[in-house]
């Protein structure tokens, strides 16, 4: 393995994301590093087979990198340099290129002709974010593509363009069968008829690379092909483990340089402080969302409690209400009985004594306070049973 020694920006940055989850934005930090573009591009670009990691990162442009590149199907008049972000069209929704630069082809350069890879990286969380990934990919790089040429004239040079490449390297949601595997897609000269030879520079100007991560365990073993690449991936793209440094060693030298090490002790310390600071941020944030969550499942609670105790409460107010109201009803039946035994033993009374009918209507109507009518049905239905 061909060690390359570290930057002190290589080891901030590794420093700075070392209890970080793999999110998206500070897996983007360590994927601007030179040092771990070299380790990928080995891997992935067909023109660096042979290649050493040192000579790679010197192929690498510093300058041109730039994460301000928009992707659009409006204009394509923009250098993939940086210089002109200007890729947006109106009232279209703008995105970027999540980290572009140009390297060095040394398969296609001269002592005197500089001819530049078009590169881009993509860190991704999800391989399925809803659509293929190989299809946004494929997008990507035929913007790269465009992107190089101003305005189309008859004097347009079409031999001017340079390959391109699409790095995606996805870490979650991979298929089981499919974690840690690596696709390569490109333009090939699938057939010909007749006698013909195209050179491959003509016609291969872009490649598709995926990369599938999956699980923040890697079972892969040394002969493996690929095996390197996926190691150093798992190792920086997942929360870092106890042997972190001990396997980045493996890859890149920090040791050669004393200063280094008492700086990186240094940015340990400030890497840590930031990152306490974020989790403290992040604590009140969840706080705050758990907290309206709990207040929700606690009001339900309390108010099938209270909707408890208020039946309870309801149904003795509505006991008593009613208990008055049947009170009363049976006071009135019971009047009305006492009534009728009193209208009775009277009229039985007055048949014993033989008191003439009238004057028993004429009784009742007194006492009782009956209407002559009602006097005369109960007169009549009482002296019928004797």
Request: net charge negative; charged share 35%.
């Amino acid at each position: 393995m061909n060690k390359i020694g570290g930057s002190m920006e290589m080891l901030s940055a590794m420093q700075l994301t070392k209890d970080m989850a793999g999110l998206d934005a500070q897996s983007k930090m360590i994927l601007h590093n030179k040092e771990v573009l070299a380790i990928i591009l080995q891997d992935t670009v067909e023109e660096y087979k042979g290649y050493s990691r040192k000579e790679i990162m010197e192929f690498i442009e510093a300058g041109s990198m730039s994460e301000t590149i928009e992707i659009s199907s409006g204009r394509t008049n923009s250098q993939v340099k940086g210089d002109n972000a200007e890729f947006a069209q109106l009232n279209e929704k703008v995105s970027y290129f999540d980290l572009l630069f140009c390297a060095k082809n040394p398969k296609l350069s001269a002592e005197k002709v500089l001819v530049n890879l078009r590169v881009d990286f993509e860190s991704q969380k999800a391989y399925h974010p809803g659509y293929p990934i190989e299809k946004r990919g494929i997008y990507y790089l035929a913007r790269q593509l465009s992107s190089q040429l101003s305005l189309i004239t008859e004097q347009t040079d079409y031999g001017s363009l340079e390959k391109c490449y699409s790095i995606w390297i996805c870490r979650d949601d991979i298929p089981k069968e499919e974690r840690y595997s690596i696709s390569f897609y490109g333009i090939q000269n699938t057939k010909n008829t007749g006698s013909n030879k195209v050179p491959g520079e003509n016609f291969d100007l872009m490649t598709l690379v995926i990369i599938r991560l999956g699980d923040k365990v890697y079972d892969g073993e040394r002969g493996d092909e690929s095996y390197e690449l996926l190691r150093f991936l798992n190792t920086i793209m997942y929360p870092h483990k106890a042997d972190f440094m001990q396997t980045i060693s493996e890859y890149i030298d920090f040791s050669g340089n004393k200063e280094l090490w008492k700086e990186a002790e240094q940015v340990r310390g400030l890497g840590q402080c930031i990152a306490d600071e974020i989790r403290e941020e992040i604590r009140d944030e969840v706080r705050a969302e758990v907290k309206n969550e709990v207040r929700a499942e606690v009001k339900n609670e309390v108010r099938a409690e209270v909707k408890n105790e208020v039946r309870a409460e309801v149904k003795n107010e509505v006991r008593a209400e009613i208990k008055d109201e049947v009170r009363a009803e049976i006071k009135d039946e019971v009047r009305e009985e006492l009534q009728e035994e009193g209208i009775k033993a009277l009229i039985l009374d007055n048949l014993e004594e033989q008191i003439p009918r009238e004057r028993s209507i004429g009784k009742l109507q007194r006492l009782f306070h009956l209407t002559e009518e009602k006097a005369v049905v109960y007169y009549d239905r009482f002296a019928k049973g004797t």
